[in-house]
């Protein structure tokens, strides 16, 4: 990203309290009716024991913590799903600057502060989307 935009030193937090019933609705919404997502007695035969949420919701957070933020900007989010977040946990998306300034260290952490995801948000230039506009269009 450009050098002379003055990027927040924090991303602005989202949160979401989850419980069965949203990570239902979430499981309509994407279709993804995973049994250890939303059966509370196949998920306890599994290592986990329990329901664990989508790893898509907590990256859904997240991109509310970007937009919220940063607005629309072009930007690549590199991440990865460290941990499982059991279902009736609070999922809270944030991120800080990275030292080079362009982009932000981000995470997703439960209420006690297990980070269930992270990784790192860089800002793109415009010339770099263009550019790959271009050969997506030859393709």
């Given at each position: 990203m450009t050098s002379n935009l003055a990027l927040p030193p924090h991303l602005t937090q989202a949160r979401i309290e989850t419980n069965a019933t949203k990570t239902a609705r979430?499981?309509?919404?994407?279709?993804d009716f995973n049994p250890i997502h939303v059966d509370p007695d196949f998920a306890q035969r599994t290592p986990f024991g329990a329901p664990i949420n989508h790893g898509t919701l907590g990256l859904s957070l997240?991109?509310?913590?970007i937009e919220t933020t940063l607005g629309p900007v072009p930007h690549q989010v590199n991440v990865r799903f460290s941990r499982p977040a059991?279902?009736?946990?609070?999922?809270?998306a944030a991120g800080d600057l990275l030292e080079t300034g362009d982009g932000y260290h981000v995470h997703v952490t439960t209420d006690d502060g297990v980070r269930v995801i992270e990784g790192t948000l860089h800002l793109l230039e415009p010339?770099?989307?263009e550019q790959k506009e271009s050969s997506d269009d030859r393709n």
């Open positions: 979430y499981a309509a919404l994407t279709a997240l991109a509310q913590a059991p279902v009736g946990v609070s999922l809270i010339t770099k989307i």
